[in-house]
């Protein structure tokens, strides 16, 4: 039996689509985007915004919180709305310390006047009121990790036996919250399989997948590859560097880290001398030039999706990943990349003992890549939107 690109979740492997504005009715639709907050430089979350905003131009855009400085000029130019939380003292630095404030803050955003709402979330935007006439589409990038996966959670964030209670005891509310939360969406659309896999688990629904945009287009393939293996994320226990900074440092390999987050300290005092740290690099070129030479992208946590392995991808280079979450839609093993099945420093060594990047065809990785382009999003998006508030 063959299977359709929606019952298994994969979108056609193909070229790039042509991008198409939204159709005269989709132009006219008043339209409001959802996103949890906007305070953190560079997340795939933010590159959703930009393309749903690309989609619907004439939208506004409601959050619990913006920190300008931290957002790109795309985002800047959106018109953005802010709660009450907004105004809180240090919220921009301990915004995670108000998490029970998020419920209040989504539901004092009244939307009822509007024709379609997105909520673009992996939190709490689900909790805006709608109307009765509203069309509401959840794009979810996943249900609530901290509330789904407590355990898990408080485990990578050290946290103590007393923040181990009271979170447990939170975050039982919060599930009960959110599951009532997801129930007045009228659809769902997940980021990869494992999430909508999740979303039928945790909230009873089914989703449709829809790959989040990936830039294919700006990447570009490089004669020179250099010896070097390359991380391109936010510095945060969950995303599991540690895994790389010690096979690394173990089998003495280059490995190039880009990006800040506050596990920074803890993986510079465990690396070798064989591991650079950059930082955050604000120039998306240089990322790139980066992206292209790089012997292959190590990406080692367990993510919703993962965006820079498939703009690692774009430039023709390979990507080795932990096989779980998006990167069993995202890798071909033996084509356009590794997978290594446990979570631990030997198993990822074991695949970088062995890996030889000359087995790997940069056309072919590039080709795969562009199935998920920023423009293939936008097509599913309009079509999707199209056939549920219009029957199209």
Not at 76 to 88: C, D, E, K, V, Y
Not at 214 to 242: G, H, M, T
Not at 367 to 389: I, T
Request: charged residues 25%.
């Amino acid at each position: 039996m063959v299977l359709s690109s929606r019952e298994t979740g994969r979108q056609p492997q193909s070229g790039l689509v042509d991008e198409r504005p939204a159709g005269a009715k989709l132009a006219q639709l008043r339209v409001a985007l959802v996103h949890d907050y906007l305070n953190q430089k560079g997340g795939g979350a933010e590159r959703v915004l930009t393309s749903l905003f690309e989609l619907f131009p004439q939208a506004t855009v409601y959050t619990s919180i913006y920190e300008p400085p931290n957002m790109p000029a795309a985002i800047r130019a959106m018109p953005i709305r802010t709660s009450f939380m907004q105004r809180l003292p240090g919220i921009f630095r301990h915004h995670r310390t108000y998490f029970p404030l998020y419920p209040l803050a989504f539901k004092s955003f009244d939307l009822s006047d509007y024709d379609l709402v997105i909520t673009n979330t992996q939190g709490f935007a689900n909790g805006v009121r709608a109307g009765r006439r509203t069309t509401t589409i959840c794009y979810c990038l996943t249900p609530m990790r901290w509330a789904w996966n407590t355990e898990e959670y408080v485990r990578r964030e050290g946290a103590g036996r007393l923040a181990r209670l009271l979170l447990t005891l939170a975050m039982a509310a919060t599930r009960a919250w959110d599951r009532a939360a997801a129930g007045r969406m009228d659809h769902y659309i997940g980021i990869s399989r494992a999430v909508a896999e999740r979303i039928n688990r945790f909230y009873g629904r089914e989703a449709e997948v829809i790959y989040p945009p990936v830039e294919v287009r700006p990447q570009a393939i490089s004669a020179r590859i250099e010896d070097f293996f390359l991380i391109v994320s936010r510095l945060a226990p969950y995303k599991r560097i540690d895994l790389a900074v010690a096979a690394c440092t173990k089998l003495n390999l280059p490995l190039v880290i880009i990006g800040e987050g506050r596990d920074r300290a803890r993986l510079e005092a465990m690396a070798g001398p064989s591991v650079r740290f950059l930082g955050f690099i604000a120039d998306d070129a240089v990322v790139r030039d980066y992206y292209a030479r790089c012997r292959a992208f190590l990406f080692p946590g367990e993510e919703d999706f993962g965006i820079s392995p498939l703009e690692a991808q774009a430039a023709g280079r390979p990507a080795i990943a932990f096989a779980a979450g998006g990167a069993l839609d995202t890798i071909e093993p033996g084509v356009t990349g590794e997978l290594f099945y446990e979570q631990s420093v030997e198993s990822l060594t074991q695949v970088l003992s062995d890996f030889d990047p000359a087995r790997y065809d940069p056309e072919r990785i590039r080709e795969h890549a562009q199935a998920f382009d920023s423009s293939v999003f936008k097509c599913r998006m309009q079509e999707f939107v199209e056939r549920v508030m219009h029957g199209a």
